[in-house]
T-cell receptor, first 112, second 112 residues
């Protein structure tokens, strides 16, 4: 199993550009989540999904969209990037009967 | 707002010493989990303690949970340089379908 994969590893955007951060898992997990990690702030939940077709907002959802058309994929979209979205983004998943969460390696995003 | 708050924010010790970090949370939980993050990497699950448990051990790790005080502690015994990392507590709420909520983390530095 590849586990949780994220692409790209690093991205530089200009203010106002859009992009999609990809996340995929091959463990057939129902739950998937997106977090952002900023210095001194720990991990903050952006959006999460409890299954295909179901998504919900976390603590800091503004400026981000998600969709869950398949169990495997949970892309995070930035519609109009802002410097405040400069961060490291982590995707995570866990199974319905599991309590632990598996993390991807992260995407480092710089918005100029 | 974030559920967990770790204390201290940073901890520096010598190899062989014990490291203790604490976590406080705000709402009722099903379980509390500790994760480790090496610099520039994703988070890795260390240990989980359920709300009806008071203490749990795993190798050199000892976790305690006091639900009356809404607090937990992680003890790493006989620390090694390889334990240098950031440690996060995460709470799993009692409401079904919720994502894990993470604290801001404790940065542990173990010098040889």
């Amino acid at each position: 199993n590849a586990g949780v994969t994220q692409t790209p590893k690093f991205q530089v955007l200009k203010t106002g550009q859009s992009m999609t951060l990809q996340c995929a898992q091959d463990m057939n997990h129902e739950y998937m989540s997106w977090y952002r990690q900023d210095p001194g702030m720990g991990l903050r939940l952006i959006h999460y999904s409890v299954g295909a077709g179901i998504t919900d907002q976390g603590e800091v959802p503004n400026g981000y969209n998600v969709s869950r058309s398949t169990t495997e994929d949970f892309p995070l979209r930035l519609l109009s990037a802002a410097p405040s979205q400069t961060s490291v983004y982590f995707c995570a998943s866990r199974g319905w009967t599991e309590e632990t969460q598996y993390f991807g390696p992260g995407t480092r995003l710089l918005v100029l | 707002s974030q559920q967990g708050e770790e204390d201290p924010q940073a901890l520096s010790i010598q190899e062989g010493e014990n490291a203790t970090m604490n976590c406080s949370y705000k709402t009722s939980i099903n379980n509390l989990q500790w994760y480790r993050q090496n610099s520039g990497r994703g988070l890795v699950h260390l240990i989980l303690i359920r709300s009806n448990e008071r203490e749990k051990h795993s190798g050199r790790l000892r976790v305690t949970l006091d639900t009356s005080k809404k607090s937990s502690s992680l003890l790493i015994t006989a620390s090694r340089a390889a334990d240098t990392a950031s440690y996060f507590c995460a709470t799993d709420g009692t409401q079904a379908g919720t994502a894990l909520i993470f604290g801001k983390g404790t940065t542990l530095s173990v010098s040889s």
